[in-house]
């Protein structure tokens, strides 16, 4: 195929098993995960766990990735369609409340004939960074019952520095409000577990609340009221990652300055407790 599933937009010409696009990926996915996840949001992880398949590659790339290895260093296992479909069927069976693909993008038509081949009982995630495309995110509708973006960061400073994607907000802001068009008002089951919605991830980032308030700001500004907004607070710096001042979590400080924004605009804030700031919710990536 001739790629164009994310905004990077390369034309790359993509095989089976190989690409030559910023993501580096062929056309059949690579696995390196798949587990229940008990660290998501509590409306996400429920008592039994998000179902989490974690693809390798990134058509992001930021240099802080908190899953370098599988991002950057794309270890996994590739499978055929049906051998996907089988790793979703496993998962399900382990009664979790919902199947989680995490960094699907760059994979999209792959996932989507192994969910044609196993339709889960359960709502399906699309865990992303944000970085999409209006098409792409079209293609699945009505797939996907819950998005779980990140937005990131308005600057495109930041953007460039940080994830080599000066356009980031660009592609995010009205991705973000497409996953919202889509999914509409959140549902929830008798438990507070999602069954459909949007839940906004915002990593807090050490020395960047200024620009994590203007997140906010528009948050505040463009979703519906009460959009779910979870303010992350897990930052781990990561030793691949060297650029001046990512090498520390964030204070205490820096988390309640964004987390008195996020109250004083009435978002329907998820705050994580500090417990949630260890290496170890940084998952054992074990399909080779
Ligand atoms: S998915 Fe990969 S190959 Fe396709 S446009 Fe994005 S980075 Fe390029």
């Known amino acids: ?20 696009g910023f993501c580096r990926m062929g056309t059949r996915a690579v696995v390196a995960r798949v587990a229940p996840h008990l660290w998501e949001e509590p409306c996400i992880s429920g008592t039994r766990g998000s179902g989490t398949v974690f693809f390798s590659g ?18 996994g296992r590739r499978v055929s369609d049906s051998e996907l479909a089988e790793l979703i069927r496993g998962i399900v069976e382990k009664g979790v409340h919902n199947v989680s693909f995490v960094t699907g993008t760059h994979f999209v038509p792959a996932i989507l004939r192994a969910l044609a081949i196993y339709r889960p009982p359960v ?18 509708e009505g797939h996907v019952q819950i998005y779980l973006p990140d937005c990131k960061h308005v600057s495109p400073r930041l953007g460039k520095v940080l994830c ?13 409000l497409e996953m919202i068009r889509q999914t509409g008002t959140p549902q929830y ?18 020395g960047c609340t200024g620009d994590s308030m203007k997140v906010l700001d528009w948050i505040a500004a463009q979703t519906p009221p009460g959009t779910p907004v979870s303010i992350m607070r897990q930052y781990t710096p990561m030793p691949a ?28 804030a998820l705050i994580q407790e500090k417990e949630a700031a260890q290496e170890s919710y940084i998952p054992d990536f074990n399909m080779r």
């Open 241 to 268: 990652c060297a650029i001046r001042g990512m090498d520390r979590r964030i204070t205490d400080a820096e988390y309640e300055r964004v987390v008195r924004h996020a109250a004083d605009l009435g978002l329907n």
């Open 189 to 206: 089951d008798a438990d507070g577990v999602m069954l459909r919605g949007t839940v906004i991830r915002h990593l807090v980032l050490p």
């Open 58 to 75: 990134c058509s992001l790339g930021c240099a802080y990735c908190q899953n370098h290895s599988i991002s950057h260093e794309r270890l």
């Open 164 to 176: 080599g994607a000066p356009d980031y907000f660009e592609y995010a802001a009205p991705a973000i």
């Open 123 to 140: 709502p399906v995630v699309w865990n992303t960074g944000g970085y999409e495309t209006p098409e792409t995110l079209r293609m699945l």
């Open 1 to 20: 195929m001739i790629c164009t599933l994310c905004p990077r937009l390369c034309q790359a010409e993509r095989n089976e098993e190989s690409g030559s």
